[in-house]
């Protein structure tokens, strides 16, 4: 278990509101501009998630000296 796992959800949790909003009234085009929006979140993401991963090897190299 992670330190997260005991901390309080986000009452606000923006990606369960996004997994339940309804799609039926969105055009072609802006179900195009959604899924291109949350491809660049899903790669934003993915650079941070690489970026602290980094950054984490880097200090527990640092650590073990």
């Not at 997260?4 to 986000?10: T, V």
């Not at 899924?35 to 941070?48: D, F, K, Q, S, T």
């Amino acid at each position: 278990m992670d330190a997260e796992d005991f901390l309080p959800r986000r009452k606000d949790d923006l990606l369960a509101q996004l997994a339940r909003e309804d799609l039926d009234p969105l055009s072609v085009a802006e179900l195009h501009a959604r899924i291109a929006a949350l491809e660049a979140e899903i790669v934003r993401c993915r650079n941070h998630a690489e970026r602290a991963t980094s950054q984490r090897a880097s200090a527990d190299a640092l650590f073990r000296k």
